[in-house]
């Protein structure tokens, strides 16, 4: 089935199947260089309304469709926008669609993306919203993992950190407790474990998994680790932070128990997750992993728009 204007408010918006379609067009576009593609957006207008921070997402999304030919327009501040009059989320968006081609909205409230779909002319492309979902974010970590693992399958991954508030790391569990024979090891302690509606839908999904803190120990297995930031800004006090701010710093002692094939990722902004000293090591990937967001973003909006 076609993904031509259609939204992505959630990973599973998208079948197993449209995620490997765009994984091979990224991979396409990768190879061909993203300088080099057809520019299929021409005329078209990609609106990006980020009404939290972002470094990574806004930009290469607005990389991604510069690259293609279409043109940009959105805000960074809400502040400065008529939200701050009152205007709510829903008259926002439809204001917004009557002037572009399709909305990348990134918010601070779980299921903002999904009131958006629900209101908007043009397709919504969820960047993010509060600690649900950050499902363009899973899409280039799949593609990262399968760079480095040749297989989306019968992998052993890790989450480490804060698995109860970190979007990115819920769609992509979400996402390889869909390709068969994965184990998930989560590592977390009490404070931010991984909610229980993604325990259940790992067993509703015959995907294994187990729970632990102590991460120099589950690291030995894995094939993939995936570090998420603390994400101070979604706890109820800052007591609450406090304790759990430095839980995991991923250093030499860790990666010295590691698999040839393991690859270390993180989503970013990190804070004192990893030991600055691993960046060069040949086993963290996190790096290209955040360049592989503009190739992705490429076939995800071609695939929308073009
Ligand atoms: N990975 C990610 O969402 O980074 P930004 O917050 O910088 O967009």
Partial sequence: MTLRNRSLTAINDFTISQWNDILEIAQKIKTQGVANVDRTLGNTLVATLFFEPSTRTRLSFEAAALRLGAQTLGFTDAAATSVAKGESLEDTIR????????????????????????????????????????????????????????????LTIGFAGDL??????????????????????????????????????????????????????????????????????????????????NVYCFGEPHMAVTKDNFRLLHAFP?????????????KSYYFEQAANGVPLRMALLHSILA
Wanted: glycine letters at 6%; a negative charge.
């Fill in 270 to 282: 990190r804070v004192n997750e990893i030991d600055t000293a691993l960046d060069t090591h040949p």
């Fill in 164 to 245: 109860r508030y970190g979007r990115a790391a819920h769609s992509l569990m979400k996402a390889v407790a869909k390709y068969g024979n994965n184990t998930l090891r989560l590592i977390a302690p009490k404070q931010i474990e991984t909610p229980k509606e993604l325990l259940s839908y790992f067993d509703e999904n015959n995907t294994g998994y187990t729970q632990s803190s102590d991460l120099l120990e589950a690291t030995q297995d894995l094939d993939i680790l995936y570090l998420s930031r603390i994400q101070k800004e979604r706890f109820d006090s800052n007591a609450d932070y406090e304790a759990v701010k």
């Fill in 95 to 154: 204001m917004v669609a009557g002037y572009s081609d399709a909305i990348v909205i990134r918010h601070p409230e779980s299921g903002s993306a999904a009131r958006a779909h629900a209101v908007s002319t043009v397709p919504i492309i969820n960047a993010g919203d509060g600690a649900n979902e950050h499902p363009t974010q899973t899409l280039l970590d799949l593609f990262s993992i399968k760079e480095t693992q040749g297989r989306l399958d019968n």
